[in-house]
């Protein structure tokens, strides 16, 4: 029974390490590594342009949401999370995000979490992502989560403490209604924490002990820096765009995520390459 959760699945042939880590470390917050890397944006600008030349308006939000899609659908493990003790992997590529509805102190917020399956490429994640960003940016709008945040809001504090000890309680053993699941922005496999549009440089976001996300990705403001051109050694000042990780290590191995962090490097080093569709999304082991 406990195995058994809606959008995912259990892995069974995990090594004796990966499947004893949950137990070393039975909190996210106990397992989270920090990883930061610094992304030259020329191809990113020089992509943006092109494509305004074609009129279509293209930012750094989609490519990198993009790049973040493809990466999942090429590299699984990412896509995993650890519940009750257990690693499952999730079934989709559910992207989160959070949202003010305007940039103005004491504006309410939002959340949205976003399903992918992997195919897409960057036009048809621009889609999806445009579509709910121009929904929830509205003030008067809310979506379900903020409804039942709303509904929390005016209960006692005693009933909130006894709400979410069950809400835990029931997920630690896979009973939590897949429509509470549906509804949680902690529920999924990747949150995007974008800074650009604050002006500040990216922070080290922590990962919640609630819910299932095993990944914070923040990307602030691009800056100017003085960096080495690969091709002639000198230096140059370049446009740079901070990215800094905040990862649950228990759900893969160093080596696995070095090469998918170098991967999502490349990635955005050649955005071009998110028009193609993706035909094989690579699977989990069982």
């Known amino acids: 029974m406990f195995q058994k959760r809606k959008g995912a699945r259990y ?4 090594t ?3 499947r004893l880590m949950p137990h070393v470390m039975p909190k996210r917050s106990d397992s989270q590594v920090y990883f930061t890397d610094d992304i ?6 020089a992509y943006i342009a092109e494509k305004k030349a ?3 308006d293209m930012t750094y939000l989609d490519v990198f949401v993009a790049a ?3 990466l999942y659908a090429k590299r699984p493990a990412l896509n995993r999370f650890v519940m009750g003790g257990r690693i499952f992997a999730n079934e989709k590529i559910w992207v989160s995000m959070a949202l003010k509805k305007s940039l103005r102190d004491n504006e309410p917020s939002t959340s949205i979490k976003i399903p992918f399956t992997g195919h ?3 036009f048809e994640v621009k889609e999806k992502f445009d579509e709910q960003i121009k929904i929830n940016k509205v003030a008067e709008n809310e979506n379900n989560t903020d409804k039942f945040m709303g509904i929390l809001r005016h209960v006692p504090n005693w009933v909130l403490a006894t709400v979410f000890a069950l809400i835990r309680a029931l997920d630690k053993v896979s009973l939590l209604p897949g429509a509470l699941t549906d509804l949680s922005p902690f529920h999924g496999g990747l949150f995007i924490t974008y800074l650009k549009s604050l002006g500040i440089p990216g922070i080290y976001h922590h990962i919640y002990d609630l819910g299932t996300i095993g990944q914070f990705i923040a990307v602030g403001k691009e800056r100017l820096a003085p960096v080495v051109d690969q091709h002639t050694g000198e230096i140059v000042v370049r446009k740079i ?3 800094m990780v905040v990862a649950d290590e228990r759900i893969c191995d160093g080596l ?4 998918s962090m170098r991967l999502l490097r490349r990635i955005l080093e050649h955005p071009a390459c998110l028009e193609e569709r993706l035909e094989v999304v690579e699977k989990d082991i069982d």
């Open 68 to 70: 973040c899609v493809r």
């Open 16 to 18: 004796p390490m990966e």
């Open 11 to 14: 892995i069974k042939t995990l």
């Open 40 to 45: 030259d944006c020329t191809a990113i600008d």
């Open 120 to 122: 897409e490429t960057i």
């Open 256 to 259: 696995y995520y070095a090469r």
């Open 241 to 243: 765009m901070t990215m």
């Open 54 to 56: 074609q009129g279509i």
